[in-house]
């Protein structure tokens, strides 16, 4: 597949060294803040009540580590967006975040939560040794997809704006005809009948129809799993509140996409174009954007 070729083509090892570098530097500074905003662990909840985002690092030091999804399973108090976004975590629900992970930590790597002392210098740095390449991993890998994400939505921007297509500023899309035919906003969101989900780029095809494309970019087949799946969650959720006349999905796929996961796209009737090959989604959106 040439996306894949293209893909591999751009992990040169100085480019790879040196990001790698980078991350592994956040992720010891990270991994540092969150031991020292916890008293080395020793208040867990207090750090979380200011801020969320030290779950990170704390599911990293399970036995073994959790990713989100997994964590939430087994601590319903917790939940991502607190992570994610770094938000303070309520008093009672830190307090329960807190007490999953000091029953699922890793007791050889943090010996002295269980003996009720101080951490030595030796047993910080051995944390600090042991955790940063996991968490520097993540970092890398989402760095990685997140600017490749931006560009993909950049592109998309430059060839509406070289088309003359007229961008209007990012609101709720609430209600038909929303989007006028080669009018388009970035980063906006549909109404469906729970809450709004936000799509990458939405353009105005004439009449009543929007296309609402993701931007999606996966390292490998097991992530283009979880990258497909949220785009066929919104589809999903657009057509139950919309139908089918008003929305049509589609994806800007880059990078290591399985090819089950381009057919589940395909099946769900949604337009699948590629980032390498840009011209075609020009050709496409220029004879569907007819004024109605």
């Known amino acids: ?41 020793v208040d867990i909840a207090k750090a979380l009540e200011i801020r969320g985002g030290h779950t990170l690092v704390l ?90 994400s931006s560009v993909q939505e950049e592109a998309v921007v430059a060839l509406l704006t070289s088309k003359n297509w007229k961008r209007l500023p990012s609101r709720l899309v609430d209600r038909r005809a929303s989007l006028g035919a080669r009018e388009f906003m970035k980063k906006t969101r549909f109404a469906t009948n729970t809450r709004p989900q936000e799509v990458d780029i939405a353009c105005g095809l004439g009449g009543t129809v929007v296309l609402a494309m993701e931007c999606k970019v996966s390292n490998d087949t097991t992530n283009s799993v979880k990258r497909i799946n949220d785009v066929l969650k919104k589809a999903t959720a657009w057509r ?29 009737d949604i337009a699948v174009f590629w980032s390498h090959d840009l011209p075609r989604f020009e050709r496409w959106i220029e004879k569907s954007s007819v004024t109605r």
């Open 1 to 41: 597949m040439i996306a894949a070729r293209l893909y591999a083509e751009s992990m040169s090892p100085p480019a790879m060294a040196a990001a790698w570098f980078q991350a592994s530097s956040a992720a010891s500074t990270i991994v540092q803040n969150t031991l020292n905003e916890s008293s080395a662990l």
């Open 59 to 148: 599911r990293q030091m399970l036995a073994p580590p959790l990713s989100q999804d997994q964590f939430a399973i087994v601590c319903r108090s917790y939940n991502k967006a607190h992570e994610n976004k770094d938000r303070p975590i309520p008093v009672e629900k830190a307090a329960l975040v807190a007490e999953a992970f000091l029953s699922l930590r890793d007791i050889r790597l943090l010996p002295w939560l269980s003996q009720n002392r101080a951490p030595t210098a030796e047993e910080i740095e051995r944390v600090v040794t042991a955790v940063t390449p996991l968490l520097a991993s993540q970092i890398h890998l989402t760095a990685k997809r997140t600017s490749s």
């Open 240 to 268: 139950q509140h919309w139908g089918e006349g008003f929305v049509k999905p589609a994806a800007l796929l880059q990078g290591v996409i399985g090819y089950k996961d381009v057919e589940r796209l395909l099946d769900a």
